[in-house]
């Protein structure tokens, strides 16, 4: 009873392991997580040995019901961790032994911890995915709400920070909807070469026993069994795809918490960010900083870092299965834990923010029309490129006298073309916003289509789920 992983596995060995490569090698300290997903695929795996009569149906209703209570003791907290066991499969696996005896050395039978490993990776990868998207999809639904109740609000549209032309506050929400669209895009794909089954690889050669590997596909839901034993052991593209498309949904997080914070900035004063989101200074008593979209900034670092470690991790590494794989766990742990709670603590200040759509405004110059202007003169007959030019010189010449443009006069005007007329002086946020109406851009009636679409991708996300 209590068959130890020293008695079983070291068999060909004089010396005992040394204590420091022992926890040098162990996983059990972060690969405790993966402890349903092993006794799921374990159950799988026990059932198709049954079935293709490799053990016997007697042998198979005890190791189902010892790996019954092996989860509700992991569960309820009272299972004993052993860390000399180096990781979970061999913690479930030895207490499996001292709940039903040696039948329990059967359950390894045509499966290797390398084949184990990678359905336990798929499992748990395919779980993280299905979480990510309804975070993101909740995320995106969050911003068309956002966009569709303040679709009055006009705001300074920049290049170079500088303010360049003025767009409608929801267009730029807008712009979010779609990164995040195709964030959700990435982990759809990832998903379907995430969700092929390796078991039954064995350690690399695949297996002397007349395994039904269809089955255990079918029982735990993957779409397809893997083609090449050598490959299904050893490949974790999956997991670098998942990081590559987490990466790139914090780049995106990043940039929105990066607006959040100078916008809340005296400066600039757009948005005030709730409460609850916010930090004091513990010497400026009048500091209210944004710590959480600073943070969410931050983390997108060790994401990114993930990333680069798991594609350097594999770029050495000779066929099949190494134990440097074993480096895919923290990596990609710490990957979904960082994405799904930045998510939540973004979404969560998106929703406390309060919109000063009057600063928004008035912080708007009057320079920021002077394209407007040009296209203006173009209606009129000149080219882009002399219109450009003239009305360069109408700002120099309104910057000089430290004017804004809609406080010079028509005469003004006309001094730099006869082409200006009175209605050049009509020109407002408004009118150029809704000047902007080819496809994709920032009027009003655009914007509302774009709304529309967005709304349809959602209730297609909806439909998806249930
Ligand atoms: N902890 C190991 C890992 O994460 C499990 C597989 C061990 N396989 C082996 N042949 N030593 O990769």
């Excluded at 066991?85 to 709940?99: A, G």
Aim: glycine residues 6%.
């Amino acid at each position: 009873m209590g068959v130890k992983k020293e008695a079983r596995l070291r068999g060909r060995f004089k010396e005992d392991i040394n204590e420091a490569v022992q926890h040098y090698l162990a996983s059990l300290p972060y690969d405790w997580r993966l402890h349903r997903h092993d006794i799921e695929g374990s159950l799988a795996h026990a059932e198709m040995l049954a079935r293709q009569k490799i053990i016997t149906r007697s042998d198979y209703t005890s190791i189902r019901d010892g790996l019954h209570s092996i989860m509700k003791e992991i569960e309820s907290g009272r299972f004993q961790f052993k860390l000399e066991l180096e990781d979970i499969h061999m913690n479930i696996e030895s207490r499996l032994f001292e709940l039903i005896g040696d039948t329990a050395g059967k359950l390894h039978t045509a499966r290797s911890r390398n084949d184990q490993v990678a359905l336990d990776m798929r499992l748990y990868a395919r779980r993280a995915a299905w979480k990510v998207l309804e975070a993101l999809q909740r995320f995106n639904s969050q911003l068309v709400d956002i966009a569709e109740k303040n679709i009055k609000v006009i705001m300074p549209g920049y290049t170079h920070l500088q303010q360049a032309q003025p767009v409608l506050f929801s267009h730029h929400v807008m712009a979010y909807f779609q990164m995040f669209s195709r964030d959700i895009q990435r982990f759809e794909s990832c998903l379907s070469r995430i969700n092929i089954m390796p078991l039954g690889s064995g350690a690399l050669a695949g297996l002397p026993y007349p395994v039904d590997r269809e089955f255990i596909a079918g029982k735990l839901g993957f779409d397809d069994i893997s083609a090449n034993s050598i490959d299904a052991v050893s490949d974790r593209d999956f997991i670098i795809e998942f990081e590559s498309a987490a990466a790139i949904a914090m780049m995106h997080l990043s940039r929105m918490a990066e607006e959040i914070i100078i916008w809340s900035t005296a400066e600039f004063g757009f948005i005030e960010v709730g409460d609850a989101y916010a930090t004091s200074s513990s010497i400026m008593p009048q500091k209210k900083n944004p710590d959480a979209a600073e943070l969410a900034r931050g983390k997108t670092g060790r994401v990114y870092g993930h990333l680069m470690a798991m594609l350097t991790v594999m770029k050495g590494l000779p066929l099949a299965y190494n134990r440097d794989l074993q480096e895919d766990k923290e990596s990609l742990f710490d990957t979904v834990d960082t994405l799904i709670s930045s998510l939540d603590i973004v979404s969560g200040i998106v929703s406390s923010i309060r919109i000063n759509a009057a600063r928004m405004k008035y912080s708007m110059q009057s320079y920021i029309l002077a394209t407007d202007m040009a296209d203006y003169l173009v209606k009129k007959g000149l080219s882009f490129r002399e219109a450009h030019d003239v009305v360069s010189r109408l700002v120099t010449y309104a910057v000089d006298n430290n004017r804004e443009l809609n406080e010079l006069d028509i005469r003004e005007y006309r001094g730099f073309s006869k082409l200006f007329d009175k209605d050049v002086l009509a020109i407002t946020l408004q009118k150029s916003v809704e000047a902007k109406s080819s496809q994709g851009g920032t009027a009003t009636v655009e914007v509302k289509k774009s709304i529309e679409r967005a709304r349809d991708v959602i209730r297609g996300y909806e439909k998806k789920q249930s």
